[in-house]
């Protein structure tokens, strides 16, 4: 079946701007992730989505980022009044259960804040 | 302290030789160990998983854990050019959240 996909493949915005990513995940896996990658770095969790439960939202670094996954399969990862240090790639990623499961991960969305 | 330190690297290997990737962590409750491999400008996928204390083969890699020190590696073996990445070693903590290191790059010269 198909994998993680994600869109768009890549976003360049003026700071300030509002920008939506997306992704869907791998039909019937119940846990979702995003994470964020800054050049040549290791990824950072933001949010983590399991089912109906509340989601983690622990990672997101500030306010101006919000993520909801409708009907427990889609998710949007929201960044209002983009700075230029959010530029990075965006990856997501989903697993069958979460509980100490494989991630398997999308290509990642190439976002760059002018 | 960071919750998953990885040594930056990078990494250089003569082919055929064994690279050692080392990882060690702060959470004593973490559960499981995860290595992911992520070539320049992909996205990371699984190599290896580990549970238990000991040593876990699959082919050319093996992953050891050693829960007492907190300290996970990868040894692969016989290393080939297309081994050249960057490997991120990832904790899967008490609850659902996983932290990952920010990797070591491996480069193996043929």
């Known amino acids: 079946g198909a994998g993680v996909s994600q869109s768009p493949s890549n976003k360049v915005t003026e700071k300030g701007k509002d920008v939506e990513l997306r992704c869907d995940p791998i039909s019937g896996h119940t846990a979702l992730y995003w994470y964020r990658q800054s050049l040549g770095q290791g990824l950072e969790f933001l949010i983590y989505?399991?089912?109906?439960?509340?989601?983690?939202k622990s990672g997101l670094p500030s306010d101006r980022f919000s993520a909801e996954r409708t009907g427990g399969s889609v998710s949007t990862l929201t960044i209002q009044r983009t700075q230029q240090e959010d530029s990075a790639v965006y990856l997501c990623?989903?697993?069958?259960?979460?509980?100490?499961?494989?991630?398997?991960f999308g290509p990642g969305t190439r976002l760059l804040v002018l | 302290q960071k919750e998953v330190e990885q040594n930056s690297g990078p990494l250089s290997v003569p082919e055929g030789a064994i690279a050692s990737l080392n990882c060690t962590y702060s959470?004593?409750?973490?559960?499981?160990f995860f290595w992911y491999r992520q070539y320049s400008g992909k996205s990371p996928e699984l190599i290896m998983s580990i549970y238990s204390n000991g040593d876990k083969e699959d082919g050319r890699f093996t992953a050891q854990l050693n829960k007492a020190s907190q300290y996970v590696s990868l040894l692969i073996r016989d290393s080939q050019p297309s081994d050249s990445a960057t490997y991120l070693c990832?904790?899967?903590?008490?609850?659902?959240?996983?932290?990952f290191g920010a990797g070591t790059r491996l480069f193996v010269k043929a």
């Open positions: 959470d004593r409750v973490s559960q499981s």
């Open positions: 990623a989903s697993s069958l259960s979460g509980y100490q499961e494989t991630q398997y």
């Open positions: 990832a904790v899967h903590t008490g609850g659902f959240k996983t932290i």
């Open positions: 989505f399991q089912g109906n439960s509340a989601p983690d």
